[in-house]
């Protein structure tokens, strides 16, 4: 092996030593805090679209079971005019009609 190698090889190591990376738990953590903003992203999509839509609360009542479905719901409920989103590990969140859109 060349010295440049041999330079490069310690160097390499050296650094492998300095930032060993992740421990698996914190990998699967992180896979874990992933998979729950990627989940996030979708119900919000599902919900943004219902609450546009020319009857919100019907189109929210039909998306709850689907919401309900995702590993990262801890609970999900109607009340009054919106949708509530208990994430486990998380907050709640709600997407809220305006009443002027509720249809009868």
Not at 38 to 60: C, F, G, T
Request: one cysteine or more; hydrophobic letters at 40%.
């Amino acid at each position: 092996m060349s010295s440049c190698n041999q330079f490069l090889s310690v160097v390499l190591f050296s650094v492998l030593l300095a930032f060993p990376g992740c421990k698996s738990s914190d990998r699967g953590q992180m896979s874990n805090s992933k998979k729950m903003s990627d989940e996030y992203i979708q119900i919000k999509a599902i919900l943004d679209h219902a609450v546009l839509s020319e009857n919100p609360m019907k189109r929210l009542s039909e998306a709850l079971p689907k919401v309900r479905q995702f590993a990262s719901v801890d609970s999900a409920w109607i009340t009054g005019n919106g949708i509530f989103v208990k994430f486990s590990k998380g907050a709640t969140i709600s997407w809220i009609v305006n009443p002027e859109d509720i249809k009868p």
